[in-house]
Nanobody
Framework: QVQLVESGGGLVQAGGSLRLSCAASGRTFSSYVMGWFRQAPGKEREFVAAVGSTTYTADSVKGRFTISRDNAKNTVDLQMSSLKPEDTAVYYC?????????????????WGQGTQVTVSS
């Protein structure tokens, strides 16, 4: 399985921007659909965005967050703009395994350790 390490989280004021990055090990990175999920305290882990041959973005972040990947560098980034306090969560990078739904966390078999994003009002 692929090993994933996230970076780039932190504290930002509402309306600000952050860029998260996920570095992956392994020679088959380009074959994986890569996703970002987030989990706020007391809430379920939820889908944010994913990228394979196309991109998928949750309605809650559409127009504010952009996912991208660089297969030469084995990285997948999440550019977050116009951040809101409700975006506060631990953000996880994940690699999708198999043919399940791209929107479902159950379809992802490898996860990073997570990076905290805190948006102050």
């Amino acid at each position: 399985q692929v090993q994933l390490v996230e970076s780039g989280g932190g504290l930002v004021q509402a309306g600000g921007s952050l860029r998260l990055s996920c570095a992956a090990s392994g020679r088959t990175f380009s074959s994986y659909v890569m996703g970002w999920f987030r989990q706020a305290p007391g809430k379920e882990r939820e889908f944010v965005a994913a990228v394979g041959s196309t991109t998928y973005t949750a309605d809650s972040v559409k127009g504010r967050f952009t996912i991208s990947r660089d297969n030469a560098k084995n990285t997948v980034d999440l550019q977050m703009s116009s951040l809101k306090p409700e975006d506060t969560a631990v953000y996880y990078c994940a690699a999708k395994i198999g043919d399940g739904s791209t929107w479902s966390k159950g379809s992802y078999g490898s996860w990073g350790q997570g990076t905290q994003v805190t948006v102050s009002s």
